[in-house]
């Protein structure tokens, strides 16, 4: 199931443009504080030089003069796995690898050493020309430099792919795609530089979510969509939905007793952040997980509500009723686009439910796969509780751009048919209410409708988000 956003060029006409300025200056007055209290708390919080909240010597990077220089694989010969490899199966016979590999750089730079490579990396398709990375300990006391397969190297397929994802997004969004990626630009060096380090000194994590992820929103959407009466209904729409996740991330951590630790490199994170709180992780998961899908949720409902309004619905029943309509719909589709993203991104831990041969209900209680599930349900439902309340803030923004409007300045009658014929009415639209149809615009302003859902396609204000259906 997808969803699908209509887009028109035509501009809005004065008064609705002066509606959309008024409701505006109003939703402008409610974000001012949390505006401010999102930097003055990202200046207070900022975590600085996290040094001293960090162990050196608990990880393989902590050996005293590692480095991890390049090189290339000259030939590789197979042969069984011997006991005790790692990724070997005890009983199982498994193939591994012996590689010479030329020293690109460094001391040794123009030597050849041998590396070993277990079953894993060999399924993996090694051969003679591949780039690799090794890691290189120093000799003690005269002597060589030990050798180790550290990893693949993966500098030219990440940019290309990189490249590739830019070139696409602006390719076909122009410069809305080229602002997006600025704004995840963005996201990425809030997260990098003030999440991260704020949990490893020990932060509370939900404060930290909760304003690492308002400064986001607030760039991000601006950034994308302009600074317009629906992105303004968009974002106060995003930051409940926000606050909700955080609240409900908190508690079900809490409730379901999730400590964090549920794999090896959990356990290495605990020894090398020692003030980190495990849980201070699966709460800021939810929260960072929940943003994509928020803003995706919002700007789109927060559209609905504004081209329902520049086409003639104005009473604020009809107009949330109709907004909803079309909320049902994109919430639908979004239930699904989150659950498959987790079942997608979580394949591997979630396949170890056929291989533990257990009864599901006991194996889902697991801390490995409660997390998982309780992550995606949590943000779910803050994405859900958004879709009402983004409608709501919409409805209320319309029906304050209309207070102190004449009577002149109203549009025409929905009821009207400007050309005498009924040929161009909307058909009904289905829905578990039909006599609520009458609440949907008809054909204005040679705007063709949509045959299967009976909306018509609204014009457009300056901002490329209409609504469709979903």
Known sequence: MTHTHIHTEEPLKPADRQRQQKALRTMVMVLVPIAIWT??????????????????????????????????LTSVIDHPCEEGTTGSVPGVQSTCATG???????????????VQFNNAHWQSGIEAGDKVKLYRAPGIDGQPAA???????????????????????????????????????????????????????????TLTGLVGGSAIMFVVLYTAHGFTARTTTALLGTLFGLGVSAAMGW???????????????????????????????????????????????????ASAVWELANNGVRDPRKLFVSGMRIGRDHIASTVYTIAFATAG?????????????????????????SAEILRTVVGTIGLVLAVPLTTAIGVAAVAVG????????????????????????????????????????????????DSDSGLVRPG???????????
């Not at 990440?158 to 996201?187: C, E, S, T, Y």
């Not at 457009?460 to 979903?470: A, V």
């Open 100 to 114: 010479q590999v030329h020293v690109d750089e460094g001391p040794e730079a123009g030597s050849t050493v041998e």
């Open 39 to 72: 930097v003055v708390a990202m200046i207070v919080m900022w975590p600085g030089n996290i040094d001293e909240h960090v162990q050196n010597d608990s990880s393989a990077y902590a050996v005293p003069g590692l480095t991890m220089p390049t090189g290339t």
């Open 345 to 369: 991104a979580s394949l591997g831990v979630l396949l170890l439910i056929t291989v533990y041969q257990q009864p599901l209900g006991q194996v889902v209680q697991t801390e490995l796969f």
């Open 147 to 205: 050798y180790q397969f550290a990893d693949f190297e993966r500098t030219t397929p990440l940019i290309f792919f990189g490249v590739l994802f830019v070139v696409a997004v602006v390719a076909v969004a122009r410069f809305r795609g080229l602002m997006a990626i600025l704004g995840l630009i963005f996201a990425g060096f809030v997260i990098i530089q003030f999440v991260f380090p704020s949990l490893v000194a020990g932060a509370d994590p």
């Open 402 to 449: 209309n207070t102190g409007r004449s009577a002149a300045e109203e549009p025409e009658s929905d009821d009207e048919d400007p050309d005498g014929s009924s040929e161009d009415r909307p058909q009904r639209a289905m829905d578990d209410d039909p006599a609520l149809d009458d609440d949907l615009p008809t054909r204005q302003h040679g705007v063709p409708k």
């Open 251 to 301: 508690w079900a951590t809490d409730w379901a007793h999730l400590t964090g630790v549920a794999s090896e490199e959990d356990y290495l994170l605990a020894a090398s952040a020692p003030d980190l709180k495990l849980t201070s992780v699966v709460i800021c998961g939810v929260i960072i997980a929940g943003l994509g899908v928020l803003n995706d949720v919002t700007i789109t409902q």
């Open 460 to 470: 457009d204000d300056g901002d490329d988000h209409g609504f469709g259906r979903h």
